[in-house]
């Protein structure tokens, strides 16, 4: 047996169409609280961490109209976007499903939200899941 690259699961992403709708939902029907809230640029996203134990939902609205998560909620509508599994080192991970002949999104780690080193697994190769690789 050999040892699993994922230490735990880091979130569980959803998007929506309305941020600010979505948190008060959560609040509402969970007493749930947002503990992390960021814009992140780069992936045309603003985010809000709701806390779970040690993971997070992290509530993903688009902030342009070509991220990728504005073209998922084109196509598919809110929802489960991803799934975010913890690994000790991004690099090493992404470099395991390479090797496998996997397709990947980002073909180097780069920055994530909360200073996270983050790499996505096509959703072709991982029977039909977006998984993001995260290293806190």
């Known amino acids: 047996m050999t040892d699993s690259l994922f230490t735990e699961i880091d979130h569980v992403a959803i998007a929506v169409n ?22 992140v640029e780069s992936d045309g996203v ?4 709701i806390a779970v134990a040690d993971s997070y939902v992290q509530l993903l609205m688009p902030t342009s109209e070509t991220s ?14 991803h799934v975010g599994y913890r690994v000790k ?25 909360r200073g ?7 959703p072709k190769t991982a029977f039909g899941t977006l998984i ?3 290293q806190e």
């Not at 309305?18 to 814009?39: I, N």
């Not at 998922?72 to 489960?80: D, F, N, P, S, V």
């Not at 080192?89 to 939200?113: Q, T, Y």
């Open 116 to 122: 996270t080193t983050v790499a996505f697994v096509h």
């Open 46 to 49: 603003e985010e809000a961490l």
């Open 18 to 39: 309305d941020l600010d709708a979505a948190v008060r939902w959560y609040k509402d029907a969970f007493g749930a609280s947002v503990v992390h809230r960021e814009l």
């Open 132 to 134: 993001e690789l995260v």
């Open 89 to 113: 080192d991004c690099s090493e991970a992404l470099a395991a499903v390479k090797r496998m002949g996997a397709r990947v999104i980002d073909e180097e780690p780069r920055p994530g939200s």
């Open 68 to 81: 990728p998560v504005a073209r998922y909620l084109a196509q598919r509508g809110e929802g489960l976007h």
